[in-house]
């Protein structure tokens, strides 16, 4: 348990998450072809992303758990996409981790969706390691990008190594606790081992690095021991601090040095909070929850894989297992480790392992499986659907149809209500639009049922929690449907038809989620 590492990297799109995840695995010796994680050139398909449409849109839409080791540690890296449209997965996956890697662009520095991610992890109070990518190419100046991270998002930022110079001027960096210069080439090749120095006043780093170069590192390094703030462990892991690494991924560049810190720094499993109080991850007693199904993990065999985190004790191969909603037994007889498309069945796994079983209809997002004592954690939350569409059949295939959508909703891609009126068409609520075309590419690859989805002007869905079933005296707009469970959910065009609606019906009271 001691040598597990489970951990996500979160980024804006093109910071160059996909490529750190790829030369990690390469460098782990988890893959051995450059491009195996995605390349758009190379036309190879992701390990982590092997959906068409996560293909044509060059995003990451589902979320593989990659296991590889990596310096006697056994590291499992949950893949968050990183597309603003799916933050309710997203959400998920960072349930399931001990710890993130924050991947930021040098030329750009904190941009929306690194900023949207970091909240979600700073909720879950996770220690995160900052990786400053591209410094190969233009980039902007190191200290103000560390004074972004602490103004924009208010942790504590802690730079491990420096940039000696940029773009055209970049030279390498130097390790600021090791003082060392590690030197980049440009032109790949045999990569040069660290160089060491007494410290940032040696004046062997002049003929090194040059006399300006040297005057610029001086600068920063006096600068950083004057006024900022020193690496504090205990901060780091309480999430206060930011450990800040520069490099590029794309050359490997400082990728080495980070790997180690990262394994070195980045926690082992945790213990977590659940209905009884917190869950030693030592415990003997096995308990995890799932965080994510997915149906169609191999189109061929047309399975349904619910991923489980295990939190305490040992997950064995046959295990008999409750599942706490439903108090009902579980054997979990082929539980498997995934790596993109391939899959092998597991004996056991422990502490921080990810493992999907085969979801035989029984386990639904947030259940907990445990074996001896009963715990619970707690259930994960929806997020409120934001933008509504009407699911259309346009072929004659029913049974597929209906499959489709149930299973769809199972995964948690979309929310699924039916009006109570009128045709029972299913109306699907989602956090971001992007999911409509997601729902419709895949219910034709993988169910072969063509159909579309027409977006509908509502903006929100509300649950009525103490519904009488009495007649409501609802706006023109309002639409009536029910969920799966038969409760009836008010469906809204505005703001003011909502509150308009709690006006005329006081007694009732109005839930965002179910
Ligand atoms: P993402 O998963 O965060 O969206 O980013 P991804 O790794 O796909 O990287 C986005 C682009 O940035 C890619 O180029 C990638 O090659 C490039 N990149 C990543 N790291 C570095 C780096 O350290 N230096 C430089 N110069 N470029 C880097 P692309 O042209 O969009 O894709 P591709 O054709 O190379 O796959």
Same mark, same amino acid.
């Given at each position: ?36 994680? #995605? ?13 068409? @449409?996560?293909?044509?849109?060059? @995003?990451? @839409? ?21 597309? #603003? ?36 992890? #700073? ?49 390498g960096?130097?390790d600021?606790?090791r003082?060392e210069v590690l030197f980049?080439e440009?032109?790949?090749?045999a990569r040069p081992a660290p160089v060491a ?11 090194l ?47 080495e040095t ?156 979309? *929310? ?70 038969? #409760?009836?959910?008010?469906?809204? *065009? ?21």
């Open positions: 348990m001691a040598r597990r590492r489970t951990f996500a990297i979160i980024s804006h799109p093109d910071a160059g998450k996909t490529t750190l995840t790829e030369k990690t695995l390469l460098y782990a010796g988890a893959i051995e072809l450059a491009g195996a994680v #995605r390349g758009k050139k190379a036309q190879r398909h992701a390990v982590s992303d092997w959906m068409d @449409i996560e293909r044509e849109r060059g @995003i990451s @839409i589902t979320s593989a758990a990659l296991e590889f080791d990596l310096f006697d540690h056994r590291v499992t890296l949950l893949d968050t996409p990183g597309h #603003r449209d799916f933050s309710e997965d997203t959400y998920r996956t960072l349930l399931a981790v001990d710890s993130v890697v924050m991947v930021i662009d040098a030329a750009k520095g904190i941009e929306s969706q690194t900023r949207k991610l970091f909240e979600v992890a #700073r909720q879950r109070r996770l220690p995160m390691l900052t990786f400053v990518n591209k410094l190969d190419l233009p980039a902007r100046d190191p200290l103000e990008l560390l004074d972004e991270i602490e103004r924009v998002l208010g942790v504590a930022a802690v730079p491990m190594n420096w940039p000696i110079g940029t773009g055209d001027r970049f030279r960096v130097y600021l606790r003082d980049y440009r032109a790949g090749g120095v007494a410290s940032a006043d040696d004046p062997r780093l002049a003929a690095i040059g006399e300006e170069r040297r005057g610029e590192l001086l600068e920063a390094v006096h600068l950083l021991s004057a006024a900022g703030t020193r690496f504090d462990r205990e901060a780091y892991l309480a999430g206060r601090q930011t450990a800040v690494f520069f490099g590029s991924a794309l050359s490997n560049f400082g990728l980070f790997l180690a810190a990262l394994v070195d720094l980045a926690p082992p499993p945790q213990p977590r909070a659940s209905d009884i109080g917190l869950v030693d991850p030592a415990s003997t007693d096995f308990s995890g929850f799932i965080f994510k199904i997915q149906a169609n993990m191999n189109p061929r065999h047309r399975d349904r894989v619910a991923f489980v985190r295990v939190c305490s004790g040992v997950l064995a191969k046959d295990m008999l297992v409750t599942n706490a909603r439903l108090d009902a037994p579980v054997r979990l007889s082929r539980p498997s480790r995934f790596f993109g498309r391939d899959r092998e069945t597991v004996e056991s796994a422990y502490p921080g392992d990810v493992v999907g079983l085969v979801n035989p209809g029984r386990f639904a997002i947030g259940d907990t499986l445990y074996a001896g004592a009963r715990v619970k954690y707690p259930r994960i939350p929806h997020f409120p659907a934001e933008f509504f569409g009407a699911m259309r059949l346009r072929d004659v295939k029913f049974k597929q149809f209906d499959e489709g959508v149930r299973q769809l909703e199972e995964e948690g891609l979309m *929310q699924v209500v039916f009006p109570i009126y009128g045709k029972r068409e299913p109306i699907l609520g989602v956090v971001g639009a992007l999911q409509f075309d997601i729902v419709e590419a895949r219910m034709k690859n993988e169910y072969g049922v063509t159909c579309q989805v027409d977006k509908l002007p509502h903006i929100a869905a509300r649950w009525i929690a103490n519904d009488t079933g009495a007649p409501l005296k609802l706006p023109q707009g309002v639409l009536e449907t029910v969920d799966r469970d038969e #409760r009836r959910v008010l469906l809204f *065009q505005s703001e003011w038809e909502m509150q308009y609606t709690q006006r005329e019906n006081p007694s009732l009271t109005l839930l965002a989620v179910a």
